[in-house]
């Protein structure tokens, strides 16, 4: 069974509020290190930390959950791909009061997925280099295959050109 990443950030001043024991064990860090701060800030890269800022800042209450693919690192500084979707909880009046993210640890799935594209790419490049190689054995063996038949062709020309010449003499 997967372990999913849960974060609760308040919609009001936007810091995390609560979160679970996946999310401290993905972000090695403490209780007091995670809770207060915003969501955006454990994102590795500022343009993801600004574009989650950006999403839920910017969000269609509407059109949920929301999906949004990011990565973080870990404490020996290797990259961790999440996948996280964003929902959000309202109050009485209809009110948004939190944002719930739910995410799902894909590192894994990542190193396969770029395994994959690598020995595909490398694939790819032994065939077109066989290809080639075929391609250049083929026009040799019609090349030759020519040559033999015009090596014959002059050969029987030869036969011909002695035959009258053997009868002559007899």
């Known amino acids: 069974a997967e372990e999913y990443l849960q974060a609760l950030q308040d919609h009001k001043d936007g810091k995390i509020t609560k979160f679970n ?22 994102f590795s890269d500022a343009g993801d930390g600004l574009h989650v800022e950006y999403l839920l800042n910017t969000i269609d209450f509407h059109k949920f959950p ?14 961790l791909h999440v996948l996280w979707t964003f929902t ?63 090596g014959e062709m002059i050969g029987n020309i030869a036969h011909q050109w002695r035959q009258p010449i053997s009868v002559v003499s007899v």
Request: hydrophobic share 30%; no cysteine; charged share 35%.
């Open 21 to 42: 024991k996946n999310f401290e064990a993905l972000y090695p860090k403490t209780y007091e290190e995670i809770y207060g701060r915003k969501f955006s800030s454990f």
């Open 66 to 79: 929301s999906r949004y693919d990011s990565q973080f690192f870990n404490e020996d500084g290797k990259p």
């Open 88 to 150: 959000v909880l309202k109050d009485k009046k209809d009110d948004v009061e939190y944002f719930v993210g739910a995410g799902v640890d894909v590192t894994e799935l990542k190193q396969t997925e770029n395994t994959l594209k690598q020995l595909n790419e490398d694939l790819m490049s032994k065939v077109s280099v066989t290809e080639e190689k075929t391609y250049e054995q083929e026009k040799m063996l019609i090349q030759q295959s020519r040559l033999a038949a015009m």
